[in-house]
Protein backbone atom coordinates (compact mmCIF):
# COMPACT_ATOMS: atom_id res chain seq x y z
CA UNK A 1 0.00 0.00 0.00
CA UNK A 2 1.10 3.46 -0.84
CA UNK A 3 2.49 5.65 1.95
CA UNK A 4 1.07 8.49 3.49
CA UNK A 5 0.56 11.60 5.00
CA UNK A 6 -2.05 12.94 7.28
CA UNK A 7 -2.73 16.51 7.13
CA UNK A 8 -4.91 18.20 9.20
CA UNK A 9 -6.66 21.55 8.31
CA UNK A 10 -6.50 23.73 11.99
CA UNK A 11 -6.63 27.36 10.02
CA UNK A 12 -10.17 29.13 10.14
CA UNK A 13 -11.85 31.63 11.90
CA UNK A 14 -14.83 29.49 13.19
CA UNK A 15 -17.00 32.68 13.00
CA UNK A 16 -20.09 30.01 13.52
CA UNK A 17 -18.65 28.47 16.34
CA UNK A 18 -17.73 31.59 18.27
CA UNK A 19 -14.23 29.72 19.09
CA UNK A 20 -11.55 27.70 18.16
CA UNK A 21 -13.42 24.22 17.02
CA UNK A 22 -9.94 22.33 17.24
CA UNK A 23 -9.33 23.14 20.50
CA UNK A 24 -13.40 22.29 21.61
CA UNK A 25 -13.31 19.27 23.93
CA UNK A 26 -15.28 15.90 23.35
CA UNK A 27 -15.02 12.96 25.68
CA UNK A 28 -11.70 13.99 27.63
CA UNK A 29 -9.77 14.82 24.71
CA UNK A 30 -9.89 18.15 22.15
CA UNK A 31 -10.67 17.77 17.95
CA UNK A 32 -7.64 18.00 17.00
CA UNK A 33 -5.94 15.31 19.53
CA UNK A 34 -8.99 12.79 18.65
CA UNK A 35 -8.03 13.16 14.81
CA UNK A 36 -4.33 12.75 15.51
CA UNK A 37 -4.91 9.87 17.59
CA UNK A 38 -7.41 8.10 15.32
CA UNK A 39 -4.97 8.61 12.31
CA UNK A 40 -1.17 8.89 13.14
CA UNK A 41 -0.80 5.00 12.31
CA UNK A 42 -1.60 5.83 9.10
CA UNK A 43 1.46 8.24 8.98
CA UNK A 44 3.25 11.48 9.76
CA UNK A 45 0.86 13.81 11.03
CA UNK A 46 1.08 17.38 9.84
CA UNK A 47 -1.04 20.45 10.95
CA UNK A 48 -2.03 23.37 8.75
CA UNK A 49 -2.58 26.67 10.82
CA UNK A 50 -3.24 30.48 10.32
CA UNK A 51 -1.52 31.25 13.80
CA UNK A 52 1.68 30.54 15.05
CA UNK A 53 2.12 29.33 18.70
CA UNK A 54 -1.38 27.38 19.19
CA UNK A 55 -0.81 23.65 17.99
CA UNK A 56 2.99 22.79 18.61
CA UNK A 57 2.75 21.04 21.50
CA UNK A 58 0.70 18.53 19.99
CA UNK A 59 3.54 16.79 18.57
CA UNK A 60 3.43 17.55 14.87
CA UNK A 61 4.48 19.31 12.37
CA UNK A 62 3.08 22.47 12.31
CA UNK A 63 2.77 24.64 9.16
CA UNK A 64 1.53 28.40 8.63
CA UNK A 65 -0.52 29.82 5.77
CA UNK A 66 1.55 32.33 3.37
CA UNK A 67 -1.56 33.19 1.54
CA UNK A 68 -4.29 33.46 4.62
CA UNK A 69 -7.27 34.96 2.02
CA UNK A 70 -7.04 31.37 0.20
CA UNK A 71 -8.75 29.20 3.08
CA UNK A 72 -8.52 25.76 2.66
CA UNK A 73 -7.07 25.98 -0.59
CA UNK A 74 -3.91 27.57 0.60
CA UNK A 75 -3.74 24.89 3.84
CA UNK A 76 -3.93 21.95 1.09
CA UNK A 77 -0.95 23.62 -0.71
CA UNK A 78 1.13 24.18 2.12
CA UNK A 79 0.56 20.21 3.09
CA UNK A 80 1.51 18.83 -0.15
CA UNK A 81 4.55 21.01 -0.42
CA UNK A 82 5.49 19.90 2.98
CA UNK A 83 4.88 16.28 2.90
CA UNK A 84 7.45 13.54 2.81
CA UNK A 85 5.04 11.38 0.31
CA UNK A 86 3.58 11.49 -2.89
CA UNK A 87 0.24 11.60 -0.92
CA UNK A 88 -1.42 13.14 1.54
CA UNK A 89 -4.57 12.10 3.25
CA UNK A 90 -6.41 16.44 3.97
CA UNK A 91 -9.64 16.37 6.46
CA UNK A 92 -11.00 19.57 8.30
CA UNK A 93 -10.33 19.36 11.81
CA UNK A 94 -14.06 19.61 12.73
CA UNK A 95 -14.60 16.16 12.10
CA UNK A 96 -14.32 14.24 15.37
CA UNK A 97 -15.92 11.03 14.12
CA UNK A 98 -13.46 10.31 11.07
CA UNK A 99 -12.17 6.96 10.99
CA UNK A 100 -8.87 5.48 10.11
CA UNK A 101 -10.66 2.32 8.64
CA UNK A 102 -12.64 5.00 5.86
CA UNK A 103 -8.59 6.32 5.39
CA UNK A 104 -7.57 3.03 4.83
CA UNK A 105 -10.28 1.97 2.24
CA UNK A 106 -9.42 5.10 0.56
CA UNK A 107 -6.10 4.20 0.22
CA UNK A 108 -6.85 1.13 -1.71
CA UNK A 109 -7.90 2.95 -4.52
CA UNK A 110 -4.51 4.90 -5.05
CA UNK A 111 -3.11 4.14 -8.53
CA UNK A 112 -1.79 6.40 -11.35
CA UNK A 113 -5.31 6.94 -13.16
CA UNK A 114 -6.31 9.93 -10.79
CA UNK A 115 -4.40 12.37 -8.54
CA UNK A 116 -7.26 13.26 -5.97
CA UNK A 117 -9.77 10.63 -4.25
CA UNK A 118 -12.77 12.39 -2.60
CA UNK A 119 -15.47 10.87 -0.65
CA UNK A 120 -19.01 11.28 -2.06
CA UNK A 121 -22.31 10.72 -0.56
CA UNK A 122 -25.65 11.43 -1.43
CA UNK A 123 -26.04 15.04 -1.13
CA UNK A 124 -22.38 15.97 -0.63
CA UNK A 125 -18.74 15.74 -1.97
CA UNK A 126 -16.40 16.17 0.80
CA UNK A 127 -12.96 17.35 -0.66
CA UNK A 128 -11.81 17.85 2.76
CA UNK A 129 -12.09 14.18 3.38
CA UNK A 130 -10.11 13.19 0.43
CA UNK A 131 -6.15 12.13 -0.94
CA UNK A 132 -4.70 14.27 -2.39
CA UNK A 133 -0.98 13.94 -5.17
CA UNK A 134 1.85 16.27 -5.01
CA UNK A 135 0.96 16.34 -8.44
CA UNK A 136 -2.22 18.84 -7.57
CA UNK A 137 0.22 21.75 -6.81
CA UNK A 138 0.65 23.12 -10.18
CA UNK A 139 -3.36 22.94 -10.40
CA UNK A 140 -3.46 24.82 -7.32
CA UNK A 141 -0.60 27.49 -8.29
CA UNK A 142 -3.03 28.32 -11.34
CA UNK A 143 -6.28 28.12 -9.08
CA UNK A 144 -4.47 30.60 -6.52
CA UNK A 145 -2.95 33.23 -9.53
CA UNK A 146 -6.91 33.53 -11.06
CA UNK A 147 -7.75 34.40 -7.25
CA UNK A 148 -10.00 31.31 -7.32
CA UNK A 149 -10.73 29.82 -3.86
CA UNK A 150 -13.14 27.10 -4.26
CA UNK A 151 -11.86 23.70 -3.35
CA UNK A 152 -14.67 22.18 -6.00
CA UNK A 153 -12.75 24.11 -9.06
CA UNK A 154 -9.58 22.02 -7.94
CA UNK A 155 -11.59 18.61 -8.32
CA UNK A 156 -13.09 19.97 -11.75
CA UNK A 157 -9.55 20.60 -13.18
CA UNK A 158 -7.90 17.34 -11.34
CA UNK A 159 -8.45 13.65 -12.45
CA UNK A 160 -10.64 13.31 -9.54
CA UNK A 161 -12.01 9.65 -8.23
CA UNK A 162 -15.19 10.07 -6.40
CA UNK A 163 -15.58 7.27 -3.88
CA UNK A 164 -18.77 6.49 -3.11
CA UNK A 165 -19.37 6.66 1.11
CA UNK A 166 -22.13 4.33 0.73
CA UNK A 167 -19.50 1.55 -0.69
CA UNK A 168 -17.96 1.36 2.65
CA UNK A 169 -18.94 0.12 6.10
CA UNK A 170 -19.82 3.85 7.31
CA UNK A 171 -22.79 6.08 7.55
CA UNK A 172 -22.69 9.85 7.20
CA UNK A 173 -21.62 10.84 10.70
CA UNK A 174 -17.79 9.99 9.86
CA UNK A 175 -17.74 12.74 7.85
CA UNK A 176 -19.95 14.87 9.81
CA UNK A 177 -18.52 18.17 10.24
CA UNK A 178 -19.19 20.46 13.44
CA UNK A 179 -19.18 24.15 12.76
CA UNK A 180 -22.37 25.72 15.13
CA UNK A 181 -23.05 25.94 18.74
CA UNK A 182 -26.06 24.47 18.58
CA UNK A 183 -24.37 21.34 16.36
CA UNK A 184 -21.44 20.84 19.14
CA UNK A 185 -24.02 21.43 21.93
CA UNK A 186 -25.78 17.75 20.55
CA UNK A 187 -23.11 16.53 20.56
CA UNK A 188 -21.81 16.89 23.79
CA UNK A 189 -25.24 15.44 25.39
CA UNK A 190 -26.10 13.56 26.73
CA UNK A 191 -23.18 13.89 29.92
CA UNK A 192 -22.89 11.21 31.79
CA UNK A 193 -21.20 10.50 35.01
CA UNK A 194 -21.35 8.86 38.20
CA UNK A 195 -21.84 9.84 41.69
CA UNK A 196 -19.43 6.83 43.34
CA UNK A 197 -19.08 6.61 47.18
CA UNK A 198 -18.71 3.61 49.51
CA UNK A 199 -21.76 2.61 51.05
CA UNK A 200 -23.43 5.32 53.09
CA UNK A 201 -21.27 8.44 52.42
CA UNK A 202 -24.36 10.37 51.10
CA UNK A 203 -24.38 10.07 46.88
CA UNK A 204 -28.01 10.09 46.90
CA UNK A 205 -28.16 13.36 48.83
CA UNK A 206 -25.28 14.66 46.30
CA UNK A 207 -27.32 13.40 43.28
CA UNK A 208 -30.64 15.35 44.57
CA UNK A 209 -28.72 18.63 44.79
CA UNK A 210 -27.21 18.16 41.61
CA UNK A 211 -30.42 17.13 39.89
CA UNK A 212 -31.94 20.46 40.78
CA UNK A 213 -29.08 22.32 39.33
CA UNK A 214 -29.39 21.20 36.06
CA UNK A 215 -33.24 21.12 36.10
CA UNK A 216 -33.34 24.96 37.30
CA UNK A 217 -30.85 25.81 34.14
CA UNK A 218 -33.70 23.72 31.85
CA UNK A 219 -31.82 20.10 31.64
CA UNK A 220 -33.74 17.00 31.11
CA UNK A 221 -31.91 14.41 33.76
CA UNK A 222 -32.13 10.83 33.88
CA UNK A 223 -30.81 9.07 37.05
CA UNK A 224 -29.48 5.38 36.83
CA UNK A 225 -28.92 3.42 40.16
CA UNK A 226 -26.47 0.59 39.79
CA UNK A 227 -27.09 -2.77 42.20
CA UNK A 228 -24.13 -4.66 43.34
CA UNK A 229 -26.72 -7.45 44.26
CA UNK A 230 -29.83 -8.68 42.63
CA UNK A 231 -32.77 -6.63 43.37
CA UNK A 232 -36.75 -7.22 43.84
CA UNK A 233 -39.11 -3.90 42.94
CA UNK A 234 -42.11 -6.12 41.90
CA UNK A 235 -42.72 -7.63 45.35
CA UNK A 236 -45.09 -10.44 45.89
CA UNK A 237 -48.79 -9.45 45.79
CA UNK A 238 -48.25 -7.57 42.90
CA UNK A 239 -49.79 -8.55 39.93
CA UNK A 240 -45.94 -7.97 37.82
CA UNK A 241 -44.74 -9.98 40.41
CA UNK A 242 -46.84 -12.98 39.33
CA UNK A 243 -46.60 -12.57 36.10
CA UNK A 244 -42.49 -12.98 36.35
CA UNK A 245 -43.07 -15.87 38.57
CA UNK A 246 -45.13 -17.08 36.00
CA UNK A 247 -42.19 -17.15 33.06
CA UNK A 248 -42.41 -13.04 31.71
CA UNK A 249 -39.36 -11.93 30.03
CA UNK A 250 -40.55 -8.62 30.38
CA UNK A 251 -43.88 -6.59 31.95
CA UNK A 252 -44.85 -3.16 32.04
CA UNK A 253 -47.36 -1.44 34.08
CA UNK A 254 -48.36 1.76 32.72
CA UNK A 255 -50.89 4.94 33.49
CA UNK A 256 -51.39 8.32 31.51
CA UNK A 257 -48.28 10.09 33.55
CA UNK A 258 -46.03 7.74 33.74
CA UNK A 259 -44.70 3.53 32.97
CA UNK A 260 -42.22 1.26 34.37
CA UNK A 261 -40.40 -1.67 32.67
CA UNK A 262 -39.59 -4.49 34.53
CA UNK A 263 -37.23 -6.75 32.47
CA UNK A 264 -35.65 -10.62 32.99
CA UNK A 265 -32.81 -9.99 30.64
CA UNK A 266 -29.51 -8.54 31.14
CA UNK A 267 -28.95 -4.94 30.07
CA UNK A 268 -25.32 -3.52 29.56
CA UNK A 269 -25.27 0.03 31.02
CA UNK A 270 -24.66 0.91 27.72
CA UNK A 271 -27.84 -0.15 26.46
CA UNK A 272 -29.34 1.69 29.54
CA UNK A 273 -27.83 5.35 28.84
CA UNK A 274 -29.07 4.96 24.83
CA UNK A 275 -32.76 4.27 25.95
CA UNK A 276 -32.72 6.82 28.35
CA UNK A 277 -31.35 9.38 25.34
CA UNK A 278 -33.57 7.66 22.64
CA UNK A 279 -37.10 7.07 24.34
CA UNK A 280 -36.70 10.43 27.02
CA UNK A 281 -34.21 12.75 25.18
CA UNK A 282 -32.31 13.25 28.70
CA UNK A 283 -29.37 15.55 28.16
CA UNK A 284 -28.15 14.80 31.75
CA UNK A 285 -27.18 11.03 32.88
CA UNK A 286 -26.03 10.34 36.49
CA UNK A 287 -25.40 7.13 37.16
CA UNK A 288 -25.29 6.59 40.99
CA UNK A 289 -22.71 3.65 41.75
CA UNK A 290 -20.34 2.21 39.19
CA UNK A 291 -16.91 2.93 41.30
CA UNK A 292 -14.70 0.75 38.76
CA UNK A 293 -16.09 1.71 35.86
CA UNK A 294 -14.82 4.12 33.11
CA UNK A 295 -17.03 6.53 33.21
CA UNK A 296 -16.06 10.04 34.69
CA UNK A 297 -16.98 10.01 38.51
CA UNK A 298 -17.76 12.26 41.17
CA UNK A 299 -16.47 10.37 44.35
CA UNK A 300 -18.42 11.56 47.94
CA UNK A 301 -15.58 10.81 50.82
CA UNK A 302 -17.27 11.18 54.15
CA UNK A 303 -14.63 11.05 56.83
CA UNK A 304 -16.67 9.17 59.42
CA UNK A 305 -17.35 6.56 56.28
CA UNK A 306 -14.36 6.05 54.57
CA UNK A 307 -10.48 7.15 54.88
CA UNK A 308 -9.56 8.11 51.05
CA UNK A 309 -10.95 8.05 47.36
CA UNK A 310 -11.26 4.49 46.22
CA UNK A 311 -12.04 5.37 42.48
CA UNK A 312 -9.36 4.89 39.92
CA UNK A 313 -7.58 8.36 39.63
CA UNK A 314 -7.78 8.56 35.93
CA UNK A 315 -11.40 8.51 36.07
CA UNK A 316 -12.06 11.67 38.96
CA UNK A 317 -14.03 14.05 37.56
CA UNK A 318 -13.66 15.87 41.24
CA UNK A 319 -14.04 14.89 44.85
CA UNK A 320 -17.20 15.55 47.47
CA UNK A 321 -15.04 15.48 50.96
CA UNK A 322 -14.52 16.33 54.34
CA UNK A 323 -11.09 15.01 54.44
CA UNK A 324 -9.18 14.52 50.86
CA UNK A 325 -6.80 18.07 50.74
CA UNK A 326 -6.10 18.70 47.15
CA UNK A 327 -2.46 17.86 46.55
CA UNK A 328 -3.87 13.87 47.41
CA UNK A 329 -6.04 13.95 44.44
CA UNK A 330 -5.33 14.83 40.38
CA UNK A 331 -8.50 16.75 40.48
CA UNK A 332 -10.66 19.43 41.95
CA UNK A 333 -11.43 18.83 45.55
CA UNK A 334 -14.72 20.26 47.31
CA UNK A 335 -16.55 20.78 50.16
CA UNK A 336 -18.99 17.98 50.64
CA UNK A 337 -22.08 20.69 50.60
CA UNK A 338 -20.55 23.21 48.13
CA UNK A 339 -23.84 22.01 45.48
CA UNK A 340 -22.48 25.12 43.83
CA UNK A 341 -18.86 24.29 42.93
CA UNK A 342 -19.49 20.65 42.20
CA UNK A 343 -21.99 21.99 39.26
CA UNK A 344 -19.78 24.22 37.88
CA UNK A 345 -17.38 21.67 37.55
CA UNK A 346 -19.56 19.49 35.43
CA UNK A 347 -20.57 21.67 33.58
CA UNK A 348 -16.66 23.08 32.62
CA UNK A 349 -15.60 19.73 32.67
CA UNK A 350 -18.12 18.67 29.66
CA UNK A 351 -18.01 22.23 27.99
CA UNK A 352 -21.97 22.40 28.36
CA UNK A 353 -24.00 25.57 28.80
CA UNK A 354 -27.08 25.98 27.37
CA UNK A 355 -28.45 29.12 25.87
Not at 85 to 100: G, Q, R, W
Not at 153 to 175: G, H, N, Q, S, W
Amino acid sequence: MQQMTIGILAGGKSTRMGKNKALLDYQGKTFLERIRDELCDLGEVLISAADKGTYEKYGCRVLYDEQTSFGPLAGIYQLLNAAKTEYVFVCAVDMPFLKKELVSYMQNYLSSDYDCYCIVDEEHTHPLCAIYSKKMLPLIEELIAEDKHRLMALLDRAATKYIPLEMTCFDKKVVQNINTKEEYLQLCFPVVFCVSAVKNSGKTGLIERLMDEFIRDGYRVGVIKHDGHEFEIDHEGTDSYRFTKRGAGCSIIYSKKQYAILGQKEKTIEELIAFMKEENDIDVIIIEGMKKSPYPKIEVVRGEISSACVCRPETLLCVATDIVAKEEVPCPVFALEDTAQIYACIKQYFQIEKE
